[in-house]
């Protein structure tokens, strides 16, 4: 006999910093964990899929996640966009997680199987001058990784995207957002010669990415991704806001740099265009933002396709939930080519124990039987959570832009 549903938990917490998580039960008393976290947002996925969404999961079969996935986004009608997507996303990771657990196989098994030994990944390096962050650089390569993220300070700006004073970079501001001042111009002037002296300091070899998070005018990034092609980035990442897939063939027509773009992305229509249109080199649709496992995978088959290969977002707004089902894709995946992993505060690894780890600067999913992780009930109380935002950005003129 099927086994059913029987509970759909959603738990809103702050183990240092906010998660929204489905926790699925079914009768055989099998546990499915799924991620919903939408950072600054956290509520209104959670009531969606409380209020919405989890009445229709009880009495329903868990093994029907495909037909599930279609019920919640045909279903909705109005459907696309963030909230719905990242509470479809969850309970479809959770489905995935209750088979692998119900057939006793961690989930890159079910996806097919390995295509790699193990997941390349990235780490961030930050520093406010090129100093502090080549001594980040110098740390991850000692760690044994090969692939950076540079951030740097922008002379003349307080705030710059990407530099904080924690290990681990955070953004969402808590009470209220922080209200940030951008100097495109100072910016693309100053840019290129931190890739180049970082690419000076480490040598061939170091993998290096940067992210524009969205900042600049197609005709603007297309003069920074010209600059810095000497250098041989890995990639130039968000060089334009993401609402415009045409941006990205006029940047393309210029420069040889790789680009890569999605992290906002919530469905295969958001990067159809992108995709099919070879204007990318890397998705990086994250599992929790795009639909869970089920629609990525889609996303990732059509990227195959055209030769464009994945990357999946990793900051730590995206829960050790979802990296888990990030690894378990990504060594299961053709055309995975690299995992972002920023890291996370202490008590989010202790807050999600996890199978999942860092081997030789690489990632491995580890063989428990589904996602293999777990949650600490201990660090997820609703009590913990406080309202967070995040940064809004002016130009110096005090006009809003792209965050
Ligand atoms: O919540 C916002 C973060 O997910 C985002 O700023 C991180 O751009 C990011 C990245 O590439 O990790
Ligand atoms: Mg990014």
Redesign the pocket.
């Known amino acids: 006999m099927a086994d059913v549903i029987e509970q759909a938990e959603v738990l809103v917490s702050s183990p240092s910093r906010n998660y929204v998580t489905l926790r699925i039960v079914t009768r055989d008393g099998i546990v499915g964990l799924g991620d919903a976290t939408v950072?600054?947002r956290e509520l209104a996925v959670a009531s969606y899929l409380r209020d919405h969404v989890a009445p229709l999961l009880i009495g329903r079969d868990p093994g029907l996640i495909e037909d599930t996935w279609q019920y919640l986004y045909r279903g909705a009608y109005w459907r696309r966009g963030p909230i719905g997507m990242a509470a479809i996303g969850a309970v479809d990771v959770a489905l995935w997680d209750v088979l692998g657990k119900r057939t006793g196989q961690p989930l890159y098994a079910l996806f097919g199987g390995r295509v790699r030994d193990r997941l390349a990944t990235y780490r961030?390096a930050q520093g406010w001058d090129i100093a502090a962050l080549l001594e980040q650089v110098d740390a991850h390569r000692a760690a044994g990784f090969d692939n950076i993220?540079v951030q740097a300070g922008v002379p003349g700006l307080d705030i710059v995207?990407?530099i904080g004073n924690g290990s681990v970079y955070e953004?969402?501001g808590r009470a209220a957002p922080v209200e940030e001042t951008w100097d495109t111009e100072a910016y693309l002037r100053h840019m290129p010669g931190v890739l180049a002296a970082v690419r000076e300091h480490v040598g061939d070899g170091v993998g290096l990415l940067h992210?524009v998070?969205h900042r600049l005018t197609p005709i603007q990034a297309a003069r920074l991704g010209k600059a810095v092609e000497e250098f041989g980035l890995f990639w130039l990442?968000?060089v334009t806001a993401a609402e415009d897939q045409e941006a990205l063939r006029l940047v393309r027509q210029h420069t040889t740099t790789p680009l890569a773009i999605g992290?906002v992305f919530n469905t295969v229509w958001d990067c159809q265009q992108l995709i099919t249109q070879r204007l990318i080199d890397y998705i990086?649709t994250a599992v929790v933002h795009a639909g869970g496992i089920s629609h990525i995978r889609k996303i990732f088959a059509l990227a195959e396709i055209f030769g464009v290969q994945a990357a999946p977002?990793?900051?730590?707004?995206?829960s050790p939930v979802s990296m888990a089902a990030s690894i378990h894709l990504g060594v299961a995946t053709h055309n995975v080519a690299i995992q972002?992993y920023?890291g996370y505060p202490d008590l989010v690894h202790q807050a999600f124990p996890h199978s999942w780890h860092v081997e030789e600067g690489h990632l491995q999913p580890g063989d428990e039987p589904g996602l293999g992780v777990s949650l600490n009930d201990d660090l997820h109380s609703p009590d913990d959570y406080e309202p967070a935002y995040?940064p809004v950005v002016r130009r110096r003129d005090g006009t809003l832009t792209d965050?």
């Open positions: 950072n600054g961030h993220r995207y990407g953004p969402a992210d998070h990442e968000d992290e990086r977002h990793g900051p730590s707004d995206v972002e920023m995040l965050w």
